[in-house]
């Protein structure tokens, strides 16, 4: 049997374990138990978990927007909150408590210190991507080092993108998931306005 098969077959074998339907709870627990498995699985995960994947701890007839709208409802009044980010949701500290994180941990410093122009590039590379070199020095009247690009790809926030139609089909850069859940938005569409971000007044 081969590697593939016999991942699909255990897979099966799990799905066949795993009751998803709880047909012998009231409906009330039941709900209440669909509710704990999709806080459980988005608490053990630090990227967000799309719905797809949350579907498969609850019961086929479940609605997971609603159950996620039962989990937000619960969590008012608390730190944290459940958003909805790069196309799934996730666990998150409310905006609020930031000052307060970075005064106990200095956490936030480690990942999302950006020079001026590191933050212009991310956002050249947001707004105009796929973006290869050449198209970057054009916005910014010079060349973009390597060394800037690499940081922005060692914080995941950039990756390749596909070949450029210029000469030699050189990299082009796309932005990541981790930029979607770094800034807060479900999608590439939940961007600012390119206008108000070069003339906020």
Not at 60 to 81: C, K, N
Not at 123 to 134: E, G, K, L, V
């Amino acid at each position: 049997m081969t590697t593939p098969t016999r991942k699909r077959k255990l897979a099966e074998e799990g799905d066949a374990v795993f009751d998803r339907e709880l047909d012998d709870l009231p409906q009330e627990l039941r709900w209440r138990e669909w509710m704990g498995r999709i806080e459980a699985v988005l608490f053990a995960s630090a990227a967000p978990v799309g719905r797809e994947d949350l579907a498969r701890v609850v019961g086929q007839g479940a609605s997971v927007e609603m159950l996620i709208e039962d989990i937000r409802a619960e969590l008012t009044g608390r730190p944290y909150e459940l958003a909805q980010v790069a196309g799934g949701w996730m666990f998150r500290t409310r905006t609020r408590f930031a000052e307060a994180i970075k005064v106990a941990a200095d956490l936030a410093d480690q990942s999302l210190a950006f020079t001026e122009m590191e933050m212009g590039v991310l956002c050249a590379i947001a707004y105009h991507q796929p973006i290869d070199r050449a198209g970057l020095a054009d916005i910014f009247g010079k060349e973009i080092s390597r060394d800037l690009l690499a940081r922005l790809r060692y914080k995941d926030l950039i990756a390749s993108g596909p070949r450029s139609p210029r000469p030699g089909a050189p990299h082009t850069f796309v932005t990541t998931q981790t930029f979607l859940v770094t800034f807060d938005l479900e999608s590439l569409r939940d961007l600012p306005e390119l206008e108000l971000v070069q003339h906020p007044d």
